[in-house]
């Protein structure tokens, strides 16, 4: 009776474990898709049809190239026709939702144990379009630097050409047009 009140209440614990984990999947801010050997598409979190526009219903089974084209194929690395892919990797890549407009994602490919894969993606539009602000900023700020330097350099000399001519024009005895020159 105590061992089987003990198997009951782990039966409850992994229902609550797998409501839990159901709960993170649909909640989280990335979207969360996966794929069977066959590169097809198996799940599809809310986060990722957020993110691309399409629905579970239109992706569903669908290749994984119908969404991200030769993500697959990325260089040094392809499931082999029976899945047999073992390795992780990392990229960023410009993707076009459904409607048109282009994001910047980085996604990240996992191999699941039983076959297939996870695929984990964020837009990364805002930050990738504040990093290309800095580097716009630290430019102009390199730039200004520049000009001051050569402002310095270019006003040293006028300064001393200025003194002398301050010199000879009180030295000189020159009239009317030449002493205005």
Do not use: C, W
Request: proline residues 2%.
């Amino acid at each position: 009776v105590i061992v089987e009140k003990e198997h009951e209440e782990k039966k409850i614990d992994f229902r609550k474990l797998e409501a839990i984990n159901k709960y993170i999947v649909e909640n989280i801010n990335s979207g969360i898709l996966t794929i069977d050997t066959n590169a097809r598409i198996t799940s599809f979190n809310q986060a990722a049809q957020r993110i691309t526009g399409y629905n579970l219903g239109e992706v569903y089974d669908q290749a994984i190239n119908m969404i991200f084209p030769d993500l697959m194929k990325t260089e040094g690395y392809s499931i082999s026709s029976h899945g047999e892919e073992s390795s992780y990797f990392r990229i960023d890549k410009l993707f076009k939702k459904k409607d048109g407009k282009k994001l910047f994602l980085g996604l990240a490919v996992s191999p699941m144990k039983d076959g297939g894969h996870i695929v984990i993606f964020q837009d990364l539009t805002r930050i990738r379009n504040m990093e290309e602000q800095l580097r716009r900023v630290d430019r102009l700020r390199a730039l200004g630097e520049l000009v001051a330097g050569m402002s310095h350099e270019v006003r040293n000399p006028l300064a001393s050409i200025s003194g002398s001519v301050q010199v000879l024009k009180d030295s000189l005895m020159l009239d009317g047009d030449n002493k205005r020159l």
